[in-house]
């Protein structure tokens, strides 16, 4: 009888001869960062900044809408918005 059997253990199911892929990153390597440029970070924040105000502008509308006038539900606002408005007027205030 083998051992394994004798002591509840099953075999492995890896043969012992096969080898571990290598690792990508040695645990004594120092990963080297890139330096910063600023124009990346201003062209970053500038396309950030128009993102959240054009595609945000809408919510901020009608979360206005609804906290002026409580009992108007999402669909209500949303419509009232819309009869004031057009699209045109979920964009009120973008540009003062």
């Known amino acids: ?18 080898t571990a892929a290598p690792a990508t990153i040695s ?3 120092v990963i ?6 600023w124009s990346n970070v201003a062209l970053g924040a500038a396309i950030q900044t128009f993102e959240v105000s054009t595609l945000g ?3 901020e509308v009608v979360k206005t809408h ?8 999402i669909a209500t606002s949303l419509k009232k918005t819309y009869a004031r408005g057009g699209i045109s007027g979920f964009y009120q205030g973008l540009i003062p």
């Open 1 to 18: 009888m083998s051992k394994a059997i004798e002591t509840g253990v099953s075999a492995p199911a890896v043969s012992p001869t096969a």
């Open 66 to 73: 609804m906290a002026a006038n409580r009992g108007d539900s």
């Open 32 to 37: 080297e960062k890139k330096a910063l440029s």
């Open 27 to 29: 645990p004594n390597q």
């Open 57 to 59: 502008q809408p919510f």
